[in-house]
């Protein structure tokens, strides 16, 4: 079966300082990956997708950046955070069936 | 531009109070729809994808229909563990359309 790992669960950083959340799939290969952003009172917000290595497509100018080094890893970065970069930050692949969320990671940015 | 728009935007309901949640939509062509149930601080789980109009899919308590135009998830006999935020989504069709588009969803709270 296929399964999707997330982390850290939770992360509280000072504004200014470097972001790194990585977001890795089992049991599947070549996936299309996704990071989606989910802010209070807002619905899911597609940041990036990748169908490959090394391919990433940008939804939203922002401060963050993607980056997918192996078939079924996932990272999300951001050199400088900002106070507005705080969320639930989802990682998703896709199926033939739907889409696979991991559990999120919940950013403070303080 | 992809919309999707759920309501009502929170709903209580006693135990055993059946009802409904809405997701209308505007796509230029639709893959599918979406359902998905989301407890506080956890990813979204799958719940449902409809393809077609007329279309009906049911598991447990839940069922889910769709139109043309909207989704309807309809809530029979409710328990308290059914509380949970329900978030709609549609994928347009047409090549190389891999995103959703998400409703902000419905908060659901059924009491006891």
């Known amino acids: 079966s296929q399964t999707i790992h997330q982390w850290p669960a939770t992360l509280v950083q000072p504004v200014g300082s470097p972001l790194s959340l990585e977001c890795t799939v089992e049991?599947?290969?070549?996936?299309?990956l996704y990071w989606y952003r989910q802010a209070a009172g807002r619905g899911l917000q597609l940041l990036f997708y990748?169908?490959?290595?090394?391919?990433i497509s940008s939804e939203v100018p922002q401060n963050l950046s993607a980056s997918r080094p192996q078939d079924r890893q996932f990272i999300l970065s951001s050199k400088k955070l900002l106070l507005s970069d705080s969320g639930f930050y989802l990682c998703?692949?896709?199926?033939?069936?739907?889409?696979?969320f991991g559990s999120g990671t919940r950013l403070t940015v303080v | 531009e992809d919309q999707v728009t759920q309501s009502p935007e929170a709903l209580r309901l006693q135990e055993g109070e059946s009802s409904s949640l809405n997701c209308s939509y505007t796509v230029s062509g639709l893959r599918g729809l979406f359902w998905y149930r989301q407890d506080p601080g956890k990813g979204p789980e799958f719940l449902f994808t409809?393809?077609?109009a007329g279309e009906e899919k049911e598991k447990e308590r839940l069922k889910a229909t769709l139109t043309k135009k909207e989704s309807f998830l309809h809530i029979t006999a409710p328990k308290p563990e059914d509380s949970a935020t329900y978030l709609c989504?549609?994928?347009?069709?047409?090549?190389?359309?891999?995103?959703?588009?998400f409703g902000k969803g419905t908060k659901l709270s059924v009491i006891p």
């Open positions: 990748s169908v490959g290595i090394g391919q």
């Open positions: 998703a692949h896709s199926t033939p069936y739907g889409y696979t």
């Open positions: 409809l393809y077609s």
């Open positions: 989504a549609v994928q347009p069709a047409g090549a190389g359309s891999y995103q959703l588009t």
């Open positions: 049991g599947t290969s070549n996936p299309n």
